[in-house]
């Protein structure tokens, strides 16, 4: 289902309405809103058909940024901006609540736009994590904006730097909410170009610069600061710089601490206790892949496709009896777990979590949306996999 179909049957008819009767949207006054709501989407898509190129753009444009926002990210985002979240919990469903703030609160959703860029990168290739003083506040009046920018500009070279500084929250595994600053940060990049059709229809090129987008949170309570950023160099600099011109205080690069796996525990039969509420039908280990203690140049994996019966200890043990390379013999140093989830509940397939964690500090939840992140966040940790944290050693 395309994002204008979605979006046409599920918002509300008198959400598309709000959003349709707008002058600048160049609806028809003739289309008939009397039309029993589940009817709606054929005329209106017929309506936009006859529109003209430049209003079905803004339309199609308009409509992938709310329908963005209504998976559980995205709802998320929305929620952690939100000025009066009960407010949103009276709307009818997510296509509704994106749809209102789009056109209600627009600073605001653009602001829930931020929160899903940088929640779905955390962790991830461009994040990085510091520590420093907690119980600051984050300055936002003219001058120490005015130095922030100056110094956004003065390490990139660009010419012209938008920051956005705003307030929000973050829900922790344990269903907390803690409450965060988030910076926001598009700098402008060097020349480029690219092929477009002009008016005419000839191909043409045209030249352009880029816009770049990163961002940093501070976390009062904790003094955390975690740094999105397209390479090593733009996050440290941004970070010197929210400490030294937003906080005001002296910049010391203390690392936040890198994550570490054990895998020892699925050498043997290993449980996986999960929650109801958290829709998840099984777990099972599909691959280990092991390295003998006494030989660290040689290393043996086990692989279990995903329809044969049986678990991965079952058939190590059948297979190789007393040699079984799953013993304490042996240092498990990668992991390949399949966490099978239930149907969501307004239709689809069923979908497997796989989970690839190489010991001692790899997984690829860094890739997975949010919502997935926080799953396997919780139960890795759980499951004894994700264990204390230790202080970083590389980037």
């Keep these: 289902m395309t994002a204008l179909s979605a979006f046409?049957?599920?918002?509300?008819?008198?959400?598309?309405?709000?959003?349709?009767?707008?002058p600048e949207i160049g609806l028809s006054s003739e289309f008939d809103w009397n039309v029993p709501e589940a009817e709606l989407p054929k005329p209106l898509i017929g309506a936009i058909?006859?529109?003209?190129?430049?209003?079905?753009?803004?339309?199609?444009?308009?409509v992938e940024r709310v329908h963005a926002l209504t998976d559980e990210p995205g709802q998320a985002a929305l929620y952690s901006v939100a000025?009066?979240?009960a407010f949103l919990d009276g709307l009818e469903n997510p296509h509704a609540r994106s749809l209102w703030m789009f056109l209600n609160a627009q600073e605001r959703f653009r602001h829930a736009e931020e929160v899903r860029f940088t929640e779905d990168r955390r962790r991830g290739r461009m994040w990085a994590g510091y520590m420093t003083e907690a119980?600051?506040?984050?300055?936002?009046?003219?001058?120490?904006?005015?130095?922030?920018?100056?110094?956004?500009?003065?390490?990139s070279g660009a010419a012209h730097v938008h920051v956005?500084?705003?307030?929000?929250?973050?829900?922790?595994?344990?269903?907390?909410?803690?409450?965060?600053?988030?910076?926001?940060?598009?700098?402008?990049?060097r020349p480029d170009d690219l092929l477009r059709f002009n008016d005419q229809g000839a191909l043409v090129r045209q030249a352009y610069r880029p816009v770049f987008?990163?961002?940093?949170?501070?976390?009062?309570?904790?003094?955390?600061?975690?740094?999105?950023?397209?390479?090593?160099?733009?996050?440290?600099?941004?970070?010197?710089?929210?400490?030294?011109?937003?906080?005001?205080?002296?910049?010391?690069?203390?690392?936040?601490?890198?994550?570490?796996?054990?895998?020892?525990?699925?050498?043997?039969?290993?449980d996986f206790p999960v929650d109801p509420q958290d829709g998840i039908e099984g777990v099972e280990v599909r691959e280990l892949r092991v390295m003998a203690i006494d030989d660290p140049d040689f290393r043996i994996t086990l692989e279990k496709p995903a329809r044969a019966s049986g678990t991965i200890w079952?058939?190590?043990?059948?297979?190789?009896?007393?040699?079984?390379?799953?013993?304490?013999r042996y240092v498990?140093?990668?992991?390949?777990?399949?966490?099978?989830?239930?149907?969501?509940?307004?239709?689809?397939?069923?979908?497997?979590?796989?989970?690839?964690?190489?010991?001692?500090?790899?997984?690829?939840l860094k890739d997975r949306t949010a919502v997935e992140q926080m799953i396997g966040e919780k139960y890795l940790r759980r499951w004894g996999i994700l264990v204390d944290d230790e202080p970083f050693t590389n980037d």
Aim: proline letters at 5%.
């Design 8 to 22: 046409l049957r599920r918002t509300p008819g008198e959400a598309l309405r709000q959003y349709f009767d707008r």
């Design 314 to 328: 079952e058939k190590a043990r059948e297979k190789f009896g007393d040699r079984t390379p799953l013993s304490e």
């Design 135 to 155: 119980g600051h506040d984050v300055r936002r009046d003219m001058e120490a904006r005015h130095a922030f920018v100056s110094a956004i500009k003065e390490f």
């Design 213 to 270: 987008e990163a961002a940093v949170t501070y976390e009062p309570a904790t003094g955390a600061i975690e740094v999105i950023a397209n390479d090593r160099r733009t996050r440290t600099e941004i970070v010197k710089a929210t400490v030294v011109h937003l906080l005001g205080i002296e910049f010391k690069e203390s690392r936040l601490p890198l994550r570490r796996y054990d895998l020892s525990g699925l050498l043997s039969p290993h």
């Design 83 to 85: 000025e009066d979240p």
């Design 332 to 364: 498990a140093t990668r992991a390949r777990i399949a966490v099978k989830l239930a149907p969501h509940p307004e239709g689809g397939r069923r979908r497997t979590l796989t989970l690839t964690i190489t010991w001692p500090h790899g997984c690829n």
């Design 49 to 62: 058909e006859k529109m003209s190129r430049a209003q079905r753009d803004r339309i199609q444009n308009d």
């Design 164 to 189: 956005d500084i705003f307030d929000r929250v973050r829900t922790t595994l344990e269903g907390d909410d803690c409450d965060l600053v988030q910076v926001t940060i598009y700098r402008e990049g």
